[in-house]
């Protein structure tokens, strides 16, 4: 039987089955906007959501508008403080990344990889005759459930999934013919998984973004002298010492971060994936979306998608547990996926939404290369490996990258059942250009944030043209098996590629600027790298030199630049990466290391939310079409009834 939840019950009129069957239904016309019909749709679809409110939110902030200016309108509602800083906690996958088995859901325990049913509103629409009686039945082949009440009152029910749903509602008004208007509910739920690194997860993007300080920290420069100081705002609540000669322990630093939806992996409910999969529940309200985000800051092929890989960052915290590897992500989609299976047989995963190829040919070394300036932090990162320059990245583009995709191909076709158009693949866009394409031309602002950062004119241009001359149309040879790429089945191993979001990031690279962005940035975000007060003395108290507390920077509001530079990486997120290797991380928390690290590891270089929207307005065509979304759906029918008999009245 069907559960069915209704404001006002009343026992259900029992028509006589000759009656029921004595009139054909006739199709309703799709002109006939004052014909009455049924209208149904799937509530809270997307299922990540464990509240109804918050996925309405995202309903009524899409009404007619595209991605991008939906979540520049809940930028503006929170303020600058994100819509998903209170969203985070309230979600099917806790903050470890496991999924809640079972998962409660506006109160109602569900299997969140294999639902066993769907809730849903019927309403009647249409020329509705005032104080009308509609008495309902649906019927999913197990005997159907009535109930009787005003034809003004929607209806709540849970579908089977699976089962098609039989909706009848007999409309009686007075005197007047009784209506019948039929229609047949069944609710696809969709199983759409996220997989890839950095660009994928949404760093840069920290669901709850840290609150910072108004007041200076200190940090050590690497050339270890006795001035070589310097101040950067600090972490709001944290109470240690903030002079370099006051050194403090990680785990009560680490108490005060950033929160992410999955800190060892920088995975954000502002990754154009979770924006994607979230926009087709949003647009198609007969289905629902089972979304399983598994991309990964720092991924490549091998280290990340294939094999395992270092965590970025653990969860805030008091316990001081931290687990700095991270599985597999095909493998971990290939569990779930069997998981599911032996529950559902027929589940199947529908779509793939993929971004990687990036960290293949160290694009964070060339990004080091083109940002650090000073002569001792350059020949420290070239000793380490971490940075890289384009002849290095030319050489993995040509030799290493290929045979990835071979691998990534053959590790994800049989899990998409031999077809790999439901890859939704998203290409990267140029992250320095502005002005219509034209490339940035590089200097200190918006890298002030270290004293060692400046973006170096020239090696900036040369990897700006090798991004779009040779990385992106690689890419996308790779993803589409042209331009020579290695597919033994090029029909079956053809990806399904995005790249419209790249023509609109040419005006909002990292170096973009409006007189339309938040006040702070103008104020205190100098075009000539000197935001920051270089007195150690007085920066201890006020470390901006455009006087204002940095507790005003706000990560999410409107901005020209669709990329977040290294100031907004630190003042956003502060990471201390916590998943490098013991050699690499310091205990001292004012250690020179950190300074660097903070600075970029947050999401430097990388789309805020506004370009993640962005991206997420590319790709959804591509996923809708993929999953066949934009198909007429069946018509509704409807006629008349004889008139009731007295026994059949109530």
Known sequence: MIPVFLRTLSAGALLLAGILTAMPPERASAQDTGALQINWEVRNRFRLFREER??????????????????????????????????????????????????????????????????????????????????WSFDDGDGPQQSTFDCAEPINLRVRYGKQTVATVDVSSGSDPTQRVQTEIQVRDIFVAGLGDSIASGEGNPDRPLALSDEGFCFRSYLG???????????????????????????????????????????????????????????????????????????????????????????????????????????????????????????????????????????????????????????????????????????????????????????????????????????????????????????????????AFNADPQ????????????????????????????????????MTFVDAHQAAFADHGFCAHSGNDPEFDRSCFAENGQSFNPDIVSAASQPMLCGRGASEYRAYLPRARWIRDANDSYFAAMTYPQGLPAASQPTDIHDATWGVLSAVYGGAVHPSAEGHAAMADAALPAASAVLGLDAVPPGVTRGFLPQLLPSAKQ
């Open 54 to 135: 918050d996925f309405l939110l995202h309903v009524e902030n899409a009404r007619n508008r595209s991605i991008l200016a939906a979540e520049q309108s809940l930028e503006l509602q929170s303020e600058g403080r994100g819509w998903a800083r209170n969203m985070v906690n309230r979600l099917c996958i806790d903050l470890q990344g496991r999924v809640n088995q079972p998962c409660t859901r506006d109160n109602t325990k569900e299997n969140y990889l294999t639902p066993i049913d769907h809730p849903v509103t019927v309403r009647l629409v249409g020329a509705v005759p005032v104080g009308a009686t509609c008495a």
């Open 225 to 451: 002298t006795a001035g070589a100081q310097y101040y950067r705002p600090s972490r709001h609540g944290f109470k240690g010492g903030r002079a370099c000669e006051a050194p403090d322990t990680l785990a009560n630093w680490q108490r005060y971060s950033a929160l992410w939806f999955n800190s060892p992996c920088h995975r954000s409910l502002y990754s154009y994936q979770t924006r994607t999969a979230l926009a087709l529940a949003v647009r198609y309200t007969h289905i629902a979306v089972t979304y399983l985000p598994l991309a990964c800051t720092g991924a490549s092929i091998g280290d990340g998608l294939l094999g395992s890989q270092r965590a970025r960052e653990c969860p805030p915290g008091k316990t001081g547990v931290c687990n700095t590897s991270v599985n597999a992500q095909v493998a971990e989609l290939r569990e779930a996926l069997t998981a599911a299976k032996k529950r559902q047989p027929d589940r199947t995963l529908d779509l793939v939404l993929l971004s990687v190829g990036a960290n293949d040919v160290y694009f964070s070394g060339l990004v080091a290369d083109v940002i650090v300036e000073t002569a001792t932090e350059r020949a420290l990162f070239r000793r380490s490996g971490v940075m890289a320059s384009v002849d290095d990245s030319r050489d993995a583009l040509a030799r290493e990258l290929p045979q990835n995709f071979v691998k990534l191909r053959e590790a994800l076709k049989p899990l998409v059942g031999g077809d790999l158009s439901h890859v939704v693949y998203v290409s990267y866009a140029n992250p320095a250009l502005a002005d219509g394409g034209v490339p940035c031309r590089g200097g200190r602002a918006g890298f002030d944030i270290h004293p």
């Open 459 to 494: 090696r900036l241009a040369r990897v700006s043209t090798f991004v779009d001359t040779e990385f992106l149309p690689q890419l996308k040879g790779l993803a589409t098996c042209t331009r020579g790429a290695l597919c033994r089945d090029p029909e079956a191993d053809r």
